[in-house]
């Protein structure tokens, strides 16, 4: 059958929007495709958790794989099955060996520089203690981090032109690997070069450690690492009350206290300020959690997306093992953006993947993806025939 030029041309124009309205989605150009869905720069480590008992008095540990950027590579590839990567330090030794063997079992594709422990004293694998807690009894973490691998790592180290030969969708880093050294943060920023040259948006969590920050500047240089980060990130997570917000980009005022934990003006209240300074930010979200015990959380979620802002569903929380429920809603709501849902869809996925993962033991997910969907749709815990 014929059909008019004009009509194609009409055709062709209608095409060409709708592909366009597609990338835009969000105020983010995000690839429809690449070998890899999402990659995360940061330190992997393992974590010592002897339970409810503190080590002061602990005869056994289990062993948990770890790293807030990992954490988000491997809830996306086991939970939400996306091919993800991690970018990290490796150490040849029988602790390296582990954490390898945990990263291929959640199904994540390594790019380590090596590292050749001396038998003595390093490098090494950091190893971070950390207790459950109970009830009125606060979980105690405290490190390991002497002459770390992942501390070490300096730009130059990877050809990232290699690792996103394939195509590369989410490029991800975060505010615990930028503490660990002077050579940390400079490549972060490098990698968020490269991935935004490959096409990939590029996302930073604004964890805060200050025990971390500490050990070389303190407060003051975080806020200025952190801050030369930011400026070339799309989206930022991370910035809620306790952490982000008063240790990160900004100090809330005192009236800002006073407030509910769940109460999100005060988010709401700091985007102006954060979009103003980093104009390339187009997505900025943060959990909302109100801690009446250890093992009693009140929890919620809130996103500011392309100029407007999503507040997800609040539920109380029965917490197993709080560790890595940050990284769950991250990378909850990264599935989200990734697949194309609507900000709000996004938000409640990343709040209920969140919200699952303090419900099991360790920092990453042992969810599937049709649970998430189903809690973040109203699920309820009835038991499943």
């Not at 950390?130 to 405290?142: H, I, K, L, T």
Request: hydrophobic residues 40%.
């Amino acid at each position: 059958m014929h059909v008019p030029f004009c009509l194609k041309r009409a055709m062709s124009a209608l095409n060409n929007m709708r592909r366009f309205i597609e990338i835009m989605k969000y105020g983010l150009s995000i690839p429809k495709k690449g070998a890899l869905d999402f990659v995360s720069l940061g330190a992997l480590v393992h974590r010592l958790d002897p339970g409810v008992i503190p080590f002061r008095k602990a005869t056994e540990c289990a062993i948990h794989v770890s790293g807030g950027e990992f954490n988000c590579a491997a809830n996306l590839a086991d939970c939400f099955r996306m091919q993800t990567g991690i970018v990290s330090a490796m150490v040849d030794y029988p602790i390296g060996d582990l954490v390898a063997e945990r990263v291929r079992a959640m199904g994540v594709r390594p790019f380590y520089k090596m590292f050749k422990h001396n038998g003595v004293n390093g490098p090494n694998m950091a190893t971070v203690y950390s207790d459950c807690g109970q009830g009125v009894r606060a979980p105690v973490v405290f490190y390991n981090r002497s002459n770390e691998a992942a501390a070490q790592l300096k730009p130059g180290d990877f050809d990232w032109e290699t690792i996103f030969s394939g195509g590369v969708r989410w490029f991800h880093s975060g505010g615990i690997f930028a503490a660990l050294s002077e050579t940390t943060g400079q490549l972060i920023i490098e990698g968020m070069k490269a991935a935004k040259e490959a096409g990939a948006i590029v996302s930073f969590d604004l964890n805060y450690r200050e025990k971390l920050w500490n050990i070389w500047g303190g407060h003051k240089r975080a806020l200025s690492v952190i801050a030369g980060i930011a400026k070339y990130a799309d989206v930022l997570v991370g910035m809620g009350t306790e952490e982000g917000l008063q240790k990160g980009l900004s100090t809330p005022s005192p009236e800002d206290d006073k407030k509910s934990k769940l109460d999100p003006s005060v988010f709401s209240a700091m985007i102006d300020s954060v979009v103003n300074k980093y104009p390339n930010v187009k997505i900025v979200a943060t959990t909302l959690r109100d801690v009446h015990s250890t093992n009693h959380h009140s929890w919620g979620a809130v996103a500011w997306v392309d100029g407007k802002t999503y507040v997800s569903p609040t539920c109380e929380l029965t917490i197993l093992d709080r560790v890595g429920g940050g990284d769950g809603f991250a990378s909850g709501f990264f599935y989200g953006l990734l697949t194309g849902d609507n900000p709000a869809d996004a938000l409640k996925l990343g709040w209920a993947h969140g919200a699952l993962l303090t419900t099991f033991p360790g920092d990453t997910t042992m969810a599937t993806v049709e649970q998430v969907r189903e809690f973040a749709k109203g699920g309820s815990a009835r038991i499943q025939r």
